[in-house]
């Protein structure tokens, strides 16, 4: 059987190659986009950090992630995406120590399950810029074995909620952490004279 090519005319065969090469080539470009749309869906939590920070979580928890919105639940996902539009549930800016310093506030996943949530293992951090241009991680949780909830950050002011079932009322002149699981609970994290406190202000 006599091959293709050699049947062809001279403009028969470049008209071929001509079609050939626009397939390949709107291969590849739906390749790149496809590529490119995942990679900006599943980056970006990591888009929202700076990249120095980001080598310097991956220091003390190399194979981390944060909590992205899909981790959350349906109603929790409705919520935050209305709240916080183009966020990400596991990292907020937040002036936390200085009023006058941005720091960042994450959720950190150790551990992600994503068919059973409750399985997950966070830890709930604060990276905070210090005078010599390196990032100081503050542990505020270790280890909660929950599912994962979102950070968000609230103004400055007095947030009264319950601490080992006493009403009790944080007052901050900086920015607070506000942790929440949606339908479950929320937490305020505040710098006051007395160091960094917290208060249950629901569950």
Known sequence: MPNLLSTMSLNQKWRYFHIVAMAIGITVSAGVSHSAWAKGKIDVCEKSLPKDLTASIQRTYPDYQLVRLSMLT????????RDSKGGCPGVAKVRFFDKNKIDYALVILTRADHARPSNSIYD??????????SWNLTILEKDVQAAPPAVLTLPPGKYTGE??????TLASQTEVLFVVKYEAWSVVYAVTENGIEKVWLSD
């Open 74 to 81: 349906d109603v929790g996902q409705k919520i935050y995406s």
């Open 124 to 133: 709930l951090v604060v990276a905070r810029k210090g005078d010599n241009g």
């Open 163 to 168: 601490t080992e079932q006493q009403p009790r």
